[in-house]
C-alpha cells in the first residue's frame, strides 16, 4: 500500500501554476520566459549564443590579473599568520610549536612549487610578464619565513647569545697572576 503524496509534492510535480489575473501587471524578471522550464542544456545554449568569444588580448590580461591575485595572496596571510603567533606566546606548547611549523612548512612547500602554482596562468603572451609575478610571490613567501624565524627568535630558540655557544667556548689563560702577599 502506497502512501499518498503530500501536497507540495504534487504542487512541485505539476509545472508552474497558471498566470493569474492579478499578476499581469508585473512582468517576468529577467531570463525567465512564461512558456516552459528550459533544461540544464537548454540554458547553456542560450548563455552561449549571448556571450562573445574573448580575444587572446582580454585572455592574457585576465590570466595575468589572476596570476597577481596568486602572488599577492600571501602577503593578505601575513597579518593573520603574525596576529596569531602573538596570541600563541613565546612558551614552548603544542600550539605554538605546530604555528611554527606550519609557518617554516607552508611557504617552503610553495616556493617549491612555484612553477605549478601558476602553470595555468602562462601562455606564449604572458611567459615574460611572468617572472616578475613569480618573484614577488617567492618574495612574499620570505616575509612569511621571516615571520618564521622572528616567532622562533622570540620563543628563545635561536642561539643569539654568547651562552648559547659555551660548549664551544674555551677557557681564557690570562696574562698574568697576582699573589698576594702575607706580612710584612
Not at 77 to 106: D, E, H, R, T, W
Request: aromatic share 8%.
Amino acid at each position: 500500500m502506497v502512501a499518498p503524496q503530500p501536497k507540495w509534492v504534487l504542487e512541485l510535480n505539476s509545472g508552474l501554476p497558471a498566470k493569474s489575473k492579478h499578476a499581469t501587471s508585473i512582468p517576468d524578471p529577467p531570463g525567465l520566459s512564461a512558456s516552459k522550464p528550459m533544461t540544464g542544456k537548454q540554458a547553456k545554449k542560450s548563455q552561449a549564443a549571448g556571450r562573445k568569444i574573448p580575444t587572446t588580448e582580454e585572455t592574457e590580461t585576465l590570466k595575468l590579473k589572476k596570476a597577481w591575485e596568486v602572488a599577492l595572496a600571501p602577503a593578505k596571510q601575513l597579518p593573520m599568520q603574525a596576529i596569531m603567533g602573538y596570541m600563541s606566546g613565546n612558551s614552548l606548547q603544542i600550539f605554538s610549536i605546530m604555528m611554527v611549523f606550519m609557518l617554516f612548512k607552508n611557504p617552503i612547500q610553495a616556493i617549491s612549487q612555484t612553477n605549478l602554482a601558476f602553470s595555468r596562468f602562462e601562455s606564449p603572451g604572458t611567459r615574460s610578464q611572468m617572472l616578475g609575478i613569480k618573484a614577488v610571490y617567492v618574495l612574499m613567501q620570505c616575509l612569511l619565513l621571516g615571520l618564521g624565524i622572528y616567532k622562533v627568535n622570540s620563543m628563545g630558540l635561536l642561539p643569539t647569545t654568547r651562552s648559547d655557544w659555551l660548549a664551544w667556548e674555551t677557557e681564557r689563560q690570562p696574562l698574568e697572576r697576582a699573589y698576594f702577599a702575607f706580612g710584612q
